[in-house]
């Protein structure tokens, strides 16, 4: 058991570090979607949405980091389930499926997000590259901007809910590890 908890604990300790990095990508992103919402200047605009791509990008592959760390921790639980006592059993499966929830929740954001969001980034840079051009029609020009907020809110959600549920996996993992304690005192 002594070996199970090991790998438990490494896996954890490697997961929160990952969930933490994403978190804080996604909070850049959201930073920069604001700053991109509140420039004036377009080509500046332009220049932002490239940023937030990058930024995006770094999303994507924190994400796929932190689903790695995820599976491994639950193999780790099933492992540890094998050879627990019934009381702590219970604890165990409880915990796997918190945390089965949430990576299967992070995994269909992520995917949604890393895809829809860039779409719409991609949008963007075009509605902002569209309000230069046509600055001197201000009925073009209003609606391009009516286009371009509705595209902020809607990314906005997106990240919103994505930091949010980044949030809710690492209370998981604390949990996770709160239990992995408790098992090194039993064990000891």
Same mark, same amino acid.
């Given at each position: 058991?002594?070996?199970?908890?090991?790998?438990?604990?490494?896996?954890?300790?490697?997961?929160?570090?990952?969930?933490?990095?994403?978190?804080?990508?996604?909070?850049?992103?959201? =930073?920069?979607?604001?700053?991109?919402?509140?420039?004036?200047?377009?080509?500046?605009?332009?220049?932002?949405?490239?940023?937030?791509?990058?930024?995006?990008?770094?999303?994507?592959?924190?994400?796929?980091?932190?689903?790695?760390?995820?599976? =491994?921790?639950? *193999?780790?639980?099933?492992?540890?389930?094998?050879?627990?006592?019934?009381?702590? =059993?219970?604890?165990?499966?409880?915990?796997?499926?918190?945390?089965?929830? !949430?990576?299967?929740?992070?995994?269909?954001?992520? *995917?949604? %997000?890393?895809?829809?969001?860039?779409?719409?980034?991609?949008?963007?840079?075009?509605?902002?590259?569209?309000?230069?051009?046509?600055? =001197?029609?201000?009925?073009?020009?209003?609606?391009?901007?009516?286009?371009?907020?509705?595209? %902020?809110?809607?990314?906005?959600?997106?990240?919103?809910?994505?930091?949010?549920?980044?949030?809710?996996?690492?209370?998981?993992?604390?949990?996770?590890?709160?239990?992995?304690?408790?098992?090194?005192?039993?064990? !000891?």
């Amino acid at each position: 058991m002594v070996e199970e908890l090991k790998k438990l604990e490494e896996n954890t300790r490697q997961a929160v570090s990952r969930v933490a990095a994403e978190y804080k990508y996604a909070v850049e992103f959201k =930073k920069e979607l604001e700053k991109i919402e509140h420039e004036e200047d377009p080509d500046k605009a332009i220049k932002e949405v490239r940023n937030g791509l990058r930024i995006l990008r770094w999303v994507g592959r924190a994400e796929n980091r932190v689903n790695q760390s995820e599976m =491994k921790i639950l *193999s780790n639980l099933e492992d540890l389930g094998k050879i627990l006592p019934a009381d702590l =059993k219970t604890r165990e499966v409880d915990l796997h499926e918190k945390l089965t929830v !949430a990576e299967r929740k992070l995994v269909e954001l992520a *995917s949604m %997000f890393t895809g829809k969001v860039k779409t719409e980034l991609q949008d963007i840079k075009t509605d902002e590259a569209l309000l230069e051009h046509y600055e =001197k029609d201000p009925e073009k020009a209003k609606h391009i901007h009516h286009h371009l907020t509705q595209l %902020f809110k809607d990314a906005e959600a997106h990240i919103t809910e994505l930091i949010t549920w980044i949030g809710g996996t690492e209370a998981i993992l604390k949990q996770i590890e709160g239990f992995e304690k408790t098992l090194e005192e039993l064990s !000891a």
